[in-house]
């Protein structure tokens, strides 16, 4: 059992973050977000792709102006992503559930009380999302891009909030590699109890993305590090959020849906395995329920493995045999093990526990 480290409870609209709230999986629209409809459909394809909270940019005005309209228009809690010009956060501050900003691009720190005391009229928490690659000068100079050096602008913004009497703050320490944004999350993790949001910014492609954020935030969930989360792709929303679910489920931090253990290919396999895999999570992607799910290709894996599943197949030579908690209960050619496996999967899904 991961046990979390405890941390302070803040809400993003109607999702908590923190304490003993469920990890939520974040995203971010590309649109321009002052093209409202775009940003809206957007949004709504990240709602029905599983996502808790979705972020949109605020580069100038108009986009500060459109949030109005779009937060109306969604259900899912809206963060309002700031660089630069902090009086934009003072628009988007009327409207949204969370204003994130990057203490190294905001400057003065007359700024950024100004977006405290707007935050706090609306009770409304603050993300301090330090970056690697654009920290403040003087945390730059002194340590370079490193893991210290965000440690220490994230401990400085920390306590120039506290000193203003706000503590609705959640924290992300990113860079663009995975042992440098370990190492900073691992150094700040004992120092408060401020919500973490992970993420490895600017991962890249899905495939580059997909390993360095397992890898990362697999590595910190485990450790019992983190409340929310990002898995920062360049490419198609959904896969996003697919991908941040699985890292919550496979880490063991979340159960929900089926595990499938299926064997790696070899010269031992009698079966097609490969489509039988792919029809089945096809399948059984609609399921919430945790169930562990076993297709084994040979005799010499099959029976071994399936006995600890709870729905299996274990095929043989042109047939096999379908098991649900160990037991046989049915032996099939193999054109039929697949139905009726999924058939055992549905009967059990609607099982209580």
């Known amino acids: 059992m991961i046990k979390r480290y405890p941390t302070k409870q803040i809400f993003v609209g109607n999702v ?23 940003t809206v459909e957007q949004i ?7 996502c808790d909270i979705v972020r949109v940019a605020v580069p100038d005005e108009e986009d500060a102006r459109a949030l109005k309209s779009i937060k ?26 969370c204003i994130r900003f990057n203490p190294g691009n905001i400057g003065e720190k007359s ?13 409304i928490p603050i993300r301090i999302g330090v970056n690697a690659g654009s920290l403040e000068k003087e945390f730059e100079q002194r340590y370079g891009q490193s893991a210290e050096g965000m440690v220490a602008s994230a401990e400085y913004n920390i306590k120039f909030l506290e000193d203003l009497g706000f503590s609705d703050i959640k ?37 580059h993305a997909t390993i360095k954020s397992a890898i990362g935030l697999g590595t910190l969930l485990l450790e019992g590090i983190g409340d929310t989360m990002r898995v920062s ?6 896969e ?16 929900e ?12 396999i009698e079966a097609d395995l490969v489509s039988a895999v792919a029809v089945i999570e096809e399948r059984t992607k609609h399921i919430k329920k945790p169930l562990d799910l076993s297709v084994m290709g040979c005799v010499v894996n099959a029976i071994g493995e399936a006995k600890h599943a709870d729905v299996a197949i274990a095929y043989g030579k042109g047939s096999g045999l379908v098991m649900v908690k160990g037991e046989v209960v049915a032996r099939l050619s193999e054109d039929l093990l697949v139905d009726r496996f999924v058939e055992e999967v549905e009967k059990m899904a609607r099982e209580e526990d």
């Open 171 to 207: 924290v992300s320490l990113k860079a663009s590699d995975v042992q440098r944004t370990v190492e900073a999350y691992r150094m700040l993790r004992p120092k408060n109890n401020y919500p973490f949001h992970l993420g490895v910014t600017e991962a890249g492609t899905i495939f």
């Open 257 to 268: 849906g089926p595990n499938i253990i299926s064997c790696p290919t070899c010269g031992r």
């Open 233 to 238: 792709i360049t490419g198609e929303l959904e």
């Open 72 to 97: 109306e228009q969604i259900s899912l809690p809206l963060v309002a992503d700031i660089h630069f010009n902090y009086k934009l956060a003072l628009i988007a501050a009327e409207v949204v559930d």
């Open 44 to 50: 709504n394809r990240l709602h029905f792709a599983g």
């Open 111 to 123: 700024r950024i009380r100004e977006i405290v005391k707007a935050c706090q009229e609306r009770s």
């Open 16 to 38: 908590a973050i923190g304490g003993d709230a469920p990890i939520s999986v974040q995203s971010m629209t590309y649109s321009r977000t002052a093209d409202v409809n775009a």
């Open 240 to 255: 996003e959020i697919k991908v941040g679910r699985a890292i919550l489920k496979d880490s063991g931090v979340a159960k």
